[in-house]
């Protein structure tokens, strides 16, 4: 399976700083095991990482996915957990944006290790 991350979030990831990755569990994402190999793009340059899913824990909404790991695991770069909510639920999805899909499928949050 395969995921796109913005730029920012690609180098963070690739830096340790950013240690879950978080989503809508839509239907491409209700695919994903634990174990699994995600290859990782970043949509500014093309470059890829891998990655092995070691953690699938899953909400109802982004708010409680990140309070329940802390802030700066998932998003290091933004001061307030309502702010890392913002910019999630604007992120565009199939359903409109991500706040759409997470109030139709939920949410899922990924740990990975780089490989």
Known sequence: MSMNLDT???????QRKKLYETRVY???RQQIK?????KFTDRGSNRTFVAMITELSYFTNFKDAIETVGLKKIM???RSVQDAVK??????HSTGTFKTGAKK???LRMK???L
Do not use: A, H, R, S
């Open 112 to 114: 990975f290790t780089l």
């Open 87 to 92: 910019i999630y639920e604007n992120f565009p």
């Open 105 to 107: 499928y939920g949410v």
């Open 76 to 78: 290091p770069n933004v």
């Open 34 to 38: 634990l174990k699994d190999i995600i």
């Open 8 to 14: 920012i979030y690609f180098d963070m990831i690739k």
């Open 26 to 28: 839509d239907e491409k």
